[in-house]
């Protein structure tokens, strides 16, 4: 399904209806597609909430994110 983006500020929650049914939804911009609205689905990598992630994952500092962070900044306050 194609909108634009005037049909994506004034008609979302048709757009976002048509997505739960499904459906994925292309926005254009000055007739060129912009974005796509796609079904959300939730990946096995996002529900651990302590894994290593991004600059984290290759370094063996610690294994849980929060409590470093928490240590670095303990300092701070």
Request: with cysteine.
């Amino acid at each position: 399904m194609k909108a634009t983006a005037k049909d994506l500020r004034f008609h979302s929650k048709e757009l976002i209806d048509s997505v739960s049914r499904g459906e994925e939804v292309v926005i254009t911009f000055r007739g060129k597609p912009c974005a796509k609205l796609v079904p959300y689905t939730e990946s096995e990598n996002n529900t651990q909430k302590n894994a290593l992630f991004g600059m984290w994952k290759d370094r063996n500092i610690a294994d849980d994110v929060n409590q470093h962070v928490r240590t670095l900044r303990k300092g701070r306050f």
